[in-house]
């Protein structure tokens, strides 16, 4: 994309608005159909039984009781899938236990009932007999020579001698001399940080309605982040042919990354398969937290040389990170996403990917980066706070700029980490007087932010209004994005576009709404759809006017001749053109098909007032400030939706959340009484600063925004902690028995 | 599962006569949480909300009887109970959301049987008695003799609570309950304690209950912090005193939701806060 492509921000009409979102009435109605809404005539209950083991062996199931008892219409097991091809060979495991159950909730079989009542009487008589194994579910040690090994011989070559089994491989970044810059610093700061697991929390549990016709056709309403890879993988395990399965996303309530891969829905799939019935299966909540995707526990090591005046001389970082019972934990991009902020001579970091007896670890909004942020951001606050520096000014003074080589690798364009950080120092909640017990914390955050497949489809209706087909569940307000975009491009009201999520039978492949991709890549196809709409709508006019079309433009949402030696023509409107189109060649559409690339890196820094009960070691947050750079915010309020969800999700893994496992490797907290996620009564309102600095990748500059803002507030309120208690937390989450433990140990 | 919704004491007693798998629906927020996520499966649910006074507040020897059924929002809008019990009435409306509080009940709370129940340290220390009906008639029970142990309690089959009595409050006292939990809502007691009492002219203390929630198997009437306190102005040393007493009396596990230390050290830390509460309401000032 050229840059004199991008729009400037004065010529903006529609973009940088704040119109109603056009899925929120049904929303706030309760009208909108989400993933347990659908209903089909004859249609089953599915239910899961899941391993009461944390790790065991399947030596026998025995359906053969439960598929006797009236009213149960099919029984699945792994042995139904039989081989898938290898790139679905974990997922179908993780879905159904093959030769062992690996966590406490994973599924070891499924019945299809007539009601739930028969399901559940269904699920007690299977008979499964188990072999029950040693088990391991904390990173360090399941790292270590002699940890129960979940997968023998998947280690690899990555990894040198003296570690477990589970430690499947290893990666390193950087570049410089970290042990000679560390010998140039005037002080080193070496800690161990450690993180709990969280899960996404979002509040609509998985859920979906298969059917499958005798001929094999396939169709599927799921609550998802991505339709169209549900339909390729459950295609691929079920062996068909991805034409035949068509997958309708509902709408979705959360995901935050925890609905990237699919759950139920093979199982759901092939239980609709063996019945010859719909068959529909709901989530509890219990199942939601023992066995979908929360993301990677850590144990994180970092060491950071700075100079009295603030310059780092060298920094490294030692990640690890388990991912639950299958490889992928997302310590490749903490260990990238580290120190991106920082332009520095000498950095290094070393990931490690392990496996442990819990759930597979999902995507969770910017996965990996926020671990790894804390603890960089608290090494470096400690650093700041020693030599009595402004931890603002010691930042700035070694923040990433354009040109500055990323420790990750690439040399970055205009970016806008300083202009984050200057907005801070500028703002009046830095030098806000604080009270006793009360602390004030800062920390930066990087994300990269993704492009990928993209599919677009614009159609102009024969009235003149416009509908825009895209391929990504609205998550976060895109369908009014996307309609903005439309409506800016076409020069027409915002009310004269709708946009809907088309099914995977609609459009080609789109990538799944993840990393912050949506209103930058789909944004970027449905711009340039709707070009291609006004370049056909320009032919129409030159055909009506008999003139060439080089010498037709587009402008307020009508064509026009484009001087004054292409002849008077009145202006025809984008109604008026419709109204003929049946004369001039048939229907108008425009589409745009496009890998997108120029996702455009994004940062962000904030800042948070905590106060620290001195008796309890509660915290409370007190006040807390986002600045991001946005790019160019499409819709500021949705922007600001984002940067104030991402930062009380990251309060809440600083303070309360956290997967908590017993010694019998059982998940103790399976719920939301004891899975705490913040309560609006725990937070102030989040204010927001949107920076824009415009992303040259994007016609409109646009930037991904939904992931960043959950980079910083661990750090943040842990700097923020540390303060007000006069101890360095080094461990998340802070509860409140942590931090009394923390502070009256400090008192000796 | 059947339901049936007597408009007597007499009816429902009959209903619940001899039938297992009965549980008594009053506000049900626990009862129906329990049935949505599948830990039960009742064959009978006996409503008792439309048994004639059930839901009425009604002043009897200088204190109230609450109908087993009176919602926690219905006693947090009800001027007596706020001004002679106002730990009580904090108590209960601490539990669950705005919602939540249409419904619960302080009879239900108390029949949960959960040791780290809001409301039963508040009517502890308030010295609430339950009546109780059931097959063999009627009963006064203090509300400390219900628990039983975590989910389980004293009474009988077939047997339910009619009505909660709060005694007359007497002159110079005051309530407060306070709770620790790691939100500021929507959240589990990790350590809970009530504190009733009653000054003498000199603004000793007279008389007190003190109770403890959430740091044994059910809660606790602490007498030795009754004592710590007794005959003395709450100053600075009576309020350590009380303090360490409760932190010493506290039989708290680590779990999930705390440590032994932490629950300990925070019984006491709530003691102390507590006390000065209900001081202040004893001389009638603002708290």
Known sequence: MALDDTKKTKDFKVVGTRPNRPDGIDKVTGRARFGADMVAPGMLTGRILRSPHAHARILRIDTSKAEALPGVKAVVTRADFGDVPDHVANVIDNCMAGDKALYDGHAVAAVAANSAAVARKALKLIEVEYEVLPHVTDVDAAMKPGAPVLHEGWQQETVPAGYSGNVISRVEFGHGDVEAGLAKADRVVARTYRTGATHQGYIEPHACLATMSADGQGDLWVCTQGHYMVRNVCAAILGMEQGQLRVTASEIGGGFGGKTVVFLEPVALMLAKKSGRPVKMVMSRSEVLRATGPTASTSIDVRIGMKKDGRITAAFAELRYQGGAYPGSPVDMGSMSAFAPYDLENVKTVGWDVVSNRPKAAAYRAPGAPMAAFAVESAIDELARGFGLDPLAVRLMNGAKEGTRASYGPTYPAIGLIATLEAAHTHPHWTAPLGENQGRGVACGFWFNFGGDTCVSLNVTPDGTVTVSEGNPDIGGSRASMTMMAAEELGIPYDQVRTIIADTGSLGQNEVTDGSRVTFAVGLATIEAARAAKREMCKRAAMIWGIDEEAVEWEDGAARPAGPNAGKFPPMTIKEIAAVASNTGGPIAGHHEVTAEGAGVSFGTHMVDVEVDPDTGATRILRYTVFQDAGRAVHPSYVEGQFQGGAVQGIGWALNEEYIYGEDGILQNAGFLDYRIPVASDLPMIDTVILEIPNPGHPYGVRGVGETPIVPPLAAVANAVSAAAGVRMTRLPMSPPRVLAAMQAAKG | ?287
Request: proline share 4%; net charge negative.
């Open chain 2, 1 to 287: 599962m059947r339901f049936e919704a007597p408009r007597s004491v007499e009816e429902a007693v009959t209903a619940l006569a001899g039938q297992t798998g009965a549980h008594v629906l009053a506000g049900g927020t626990d009862l129906l949480v329990k049935l949505r996520a599948e830990m039960i499966e009742p064959e009978l649910i006996v409503d008792i909300k439309r048994i004639a006074g059930m839901r009425d507040v009604v002043a009897e020897d200088g204190g109230w009887r609450i109908g087993a059924a009176v919602s926690g929002a219905e006693m947090g809008e009800h001027a007596g109970l706020c001004a002679d019990w106002p730990g009580v009435v904090e108590a209960v409306g601490l539990i669950g959301s705005t919602q939540v509080q249409g419904r619960a009940t302080l009879a239900g709370n108390l029949c949960n049987a959960s040791p780290a129940a809001d409301s039963v340290p508040a009517m502890v220390a308030a010295g609430a008695v339950v009546r109780v009906v059931g097959p063999k008639g009627t009963r006064d029970v203090a509300v400390i003799d219900i628990p039983k142990a975590p989910g389980k309690t004293t009474l009988a089959a077939g047997e339910f609570i009619a009505s909660v009595f709060l005694p007359a409050r007497g002159a110079r006292s005051g309530d407060a309950y306070l709770r620790f939990i790691p939100r500021t809502e929507m959240d589990i007691a990790v350590v809970g304690c009530g504190i009733a009492l009653s000054l003498d002219a000199a603004g000793r203390v007279a008389a007190a209950r003190v109770s403890l929630g959430a740091v044994g198997p059910k809660v606790m009437l602490v007498d030795a912090a009754a004592e710590a306190i007794q005959g003395r102005v709450l100053d600075e040393a009576a309020l350590a005193d009380l303090a360490a007493v409760c932190s010493a009396a506290a039989t708290p596990i680590d779990d999930k939701r705390g440590t032994v230390d932490f629950r300990r050290h925070v019984s006491g830390v709530l003691a102390r806060r507590a006390a000065v509460i209900a001081e202040a309401r004893a001389k009638g000032e603002q708290a």
